[in-house]
């Protein structure tokens, strides 16, 4: 099976899918000026959009790293957009680190490895 590339930049592709697997560029949020909570929000619906342009969507992530700035400040916050945000029953292996971002006011990243639908 070919690997197919989405939205290919020079230096990675947002989407990538192989062999039934999509796999996710790190995803942030359009806008970084809002808090955990807006940010962790936006990054989600970017992950739906990408998800939906592969042919799959959330219930079918297997797995995601989340990257936060400030563990300690932002992983509740984090976590009331999240489980507001995966249905019961398809919640994904899951690992939530943290780490220095590209730019300062950036509060999460997300990547994302997601099975097709049938």
Same mark, same amino acid.
């Given at each position: 099976?070919?690997?197919?590339?989405?939205?290919?930049?020079?230096?990675?592709?947002?989407?990538?899918?192989?062999?039934?697997?999509?796999?996710?560029?790190?995803?942030?949020?359009?806008?970084?000026?809002?808090?955990?909570?807006?940010?962790?929000?936006?990054?989600?619906?970017?992950?739906?959009?990408?998800?939906?342009?592969?042919?799959?969507?959330?219930?079918?992530?297997?797995? !995601?790293?989340?990257?936060?700035?400030?563990?300690?400040?932002?992983?509740?916050?984090?976590?009331? !957009?999240?489980?507001?945000?995966?249905?019961?029953?398809?919640?994904?292996?899951?690992?939530? !680190?943290?780490?220095?971002?590209?730019?300062?006011?950036?509060?999460?990243?997300?990547? !994302?490895?997601?099975?097709?639908?049938?």
């Amino acid at each position: 099976m070919a690997v197919q590339r989405l939205r290919t930049e020079s230096r990675y592709s947002e989407i990538v899918i192989h062999n039934g697997t999509v796999y996710l560029a790190g995803q942030l949020a359009d806008d970084f000026s809002g808090d955990i909570v807006a940010q962790t929000e936006q990054t989600l619906a970017n992950i739906d959009l990408m998800l939906a342009e592969a042919g799959t969507d959330k219930s079918q992530i297997l797995s !995601v790293t989340i990257y936060l700035k400030d563990m300690e400040r932002d992983y509740a916050g984090l976590n009331q !957009v999240w489980d507001a945000w995966v249905r019961p029953g398809t919640a994904p292996a899951r690992a939530a !680190v943290e780490a220095r971002m590209y730019k300062p006011d950036v509060l999460v990243e997300m990547t !994302v490895v997601a099975a097709l639908n049938n």
